[in-house]
């Protein structure tokens, strides 16, 4: 998602990183995620990029901190 | 395997398997689809159900009764105990077994089966859905059918495709977590909840028994109180300070939506069950017997409809369920909202309060009048659901 102003053009990659091999694939963060942004398979999970809002509720809602909120994604640009 | 079929379910938890049942035993094509390579696994569950919730639609079998509940203990935040006898029956299930038992039911009315198969959209035709797309063995596949009904869980997205909202606020969705641990010495018959800020906060811990000194214990909290500490800390905690040399069997994380009924669970072609369709018991966080009332009452309404050739008798399912136990289930989310909240002060004077009562007014309807004492407003509900 791009915003622009007349001098800083923001870039707002998805921040929400899964942290490899611990998730268990139990579906909560699928249950609360008000985008319909995560698909979840038998052992195969993924965050779409395009739907994400970084919202942070499948975050906070992962019972074992498989999702994390990385904020130094952040990226500033000048135009 | 058939090009058409006359109904799809998605899912073949609890609640797809009777659905499914219920719908191919009137004699019409059913096809229940699961993502998982296993009927019935991983168990992300409890695994404790009222005896007469299961006998309504299986015989009970002791492959998969794991032990036999006859008492609740309540354990309050200063740890006083209080022991209630179970009016009825309780039985921790051996999910893994009772799941396959539900599924082959449903196969043995007639219900084709496929695992590892992944429905990742749905077929609309006019606003109305008519079949489900799928992807099995890296695969891209579609099929049609007259209804699709959704029993994909918690984690339901099949809903959100046929036009329903499905997904829960955070802040009504318990993050659970649960290990199976070896060496733990409770009582065989009982089952016991921890409650206060101490063990989980916005909901409760359980130690649930199945024989051989083997125990569920697990405890879900809000995605509220989750902002702050996760579920796995908190079990972390209490194994720690309880069970420091239990080995850990198993362990599962899972979802459970403690809201009532979503609005809305037909549309044109597509009915929600179960989990899917949030038929929890939002008090106990309950949902096998619940998702197979749902999952009853939807499978046998879809054969209707299609036997009859009139597919908008499907949305005679919304107001059977709401009748059955959606209404029920609002009551029991207002109770929740009153108890959940309590202060460990107020757990504490409840605890202290009832310990003092004679056995036969340890009742489960007396627990409920002592928790809403100070908070009139649930008093209501609460002689509705008790004092009946
Ligand atoms: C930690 C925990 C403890 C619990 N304890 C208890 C308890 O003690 N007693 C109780 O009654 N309830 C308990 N519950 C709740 C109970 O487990 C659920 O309510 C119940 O399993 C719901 O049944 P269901 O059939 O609706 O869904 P599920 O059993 O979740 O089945 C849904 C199925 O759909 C499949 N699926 C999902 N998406 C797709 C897709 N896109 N394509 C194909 N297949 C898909 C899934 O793999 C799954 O097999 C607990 C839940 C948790 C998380
Ligand atoms: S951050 Fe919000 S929108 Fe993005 S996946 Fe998580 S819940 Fe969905
Ligand atoms: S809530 Fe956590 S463990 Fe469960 S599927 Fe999502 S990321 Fe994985």
């Given amino acids: 998602m791009i915003f622009c102003n007349n001098f800083i053009k923001e870039v707002i990659l998805l921040l929400i990183e899964i942290i490899p091999d611990k998730c268990d694939f139990c579906g909560c963060c699928v249950g609360v995620c008000p985008e319909d942004a995560i698909e979840l398979k038998e052992a195969e999970i993924k965050i779409i990029e395009k739907l994400c809002t970084n919202c942070s509720k499948c975050v906070w809602s992962c019972p074992i901190e498989v999702l994390k909120f990385n904020s130094n994604k952040i990226a500033l640009e000048k135009v | ?388």
């Fill in chain 2, 1 to 388: 395997m058939k090009n058409e079929y006359d109904i799809i379910v998605v899912g073949a938890g609890p609640a797809g398997s009777i659905a499914s049942k219920f719908a191919s035993e009137k004699g019409i094509s059913v096809l229940m689809l699961e993502k998982d390579r296993d009927v019935g696994y991983p168990v992300r569950c409890g695994e404790a159900v009222s005896l007469a919730g299961v006998e309504e639609f299986v015989k009970p079998d002791p492959k998969w009764i794991a032990a036999e509940i006859t008492k609740f203990s309540f354990i309050s935040p200063d740890k006083t105990e209080v022991i209630i006898p179970f009016d009825g029956k309780g039985i921790i299930l051996e999910r893994k077994i009772f799941d396959y038992e539900l599924a082959n039911l449903a196969a043995q009315n007639g219900t084709e089966i496929l695992t590892r198969t992944y429905v990742n959209g749905l077929i609309l035709e006019n606003n109305k859905v008519c079949g489900v797309k799928y992807e099995f063995r890296g695969k891209q596949h579609q099929i049609k059918s007259k209804i699709v009904i959704g029993a994909d869980g918690v984690e339901s997205r099949v809903g959100r495709w046929g036009g329903l909202k499905t997904h829960s606020d955070f802040r009504d969705m318990e993050s659970g977590i649960q290990i199976t641990a070896a060496n733990i010495n409770v009582d065989p018959n009982t089952c016991y909840f921890y409650w206060g800020s101490e063990y989980a906060p916005q909901g409760y811990l359980w130690i649930f028994p199945k024989g051989n000194k083997l125990a569920n214990i697990g405890l879900a909290i809000t995605g509220d109180i989750g902002k702050k500490k996760s579920a796995i800390s908190f079990l972390n905690e209490f194994m720690n300070n309880y069970f420091p040399n239990s080995p850990i069997l198993s362990s599962v994380a899972g979802g459970i939506p403690f809201t009532p009924t979503l609005k809305k669970i037909v549309n044109p072609g597509i009915m929600l069950v179960g989990d899917a369709a949030r038929q929890i018991n939002p008090l106990s966080g309950g949902g096998i017997i619940s998702g197979m009332i749902g999952g009853s009452i939807a499978g046998k309404v879809a054969a209707d409809a299609i036997i009859s050739n009139d597919l908008n008798k499907i949305y005679d399912y919304e107001i059977l369920w709401r009748e059955r136990l959606g209404k029920r289930h609002e009551m029991f989310n207002r109770i929740k909202n009153g108890i959940y909240k309590f202060s460990d002060e107020k757990y504490n004077q409840i605890a202290h309060s009832l310990v003092d009562l004679p056995d036969e007014k340890r009742t489960l309807g007396n627990v409920a009048k002592k928790a809403v004492i100070n908070n009139p407003s649930l008093l209501i509900d609460v002689a509705k659901v008790f004092l009946k």
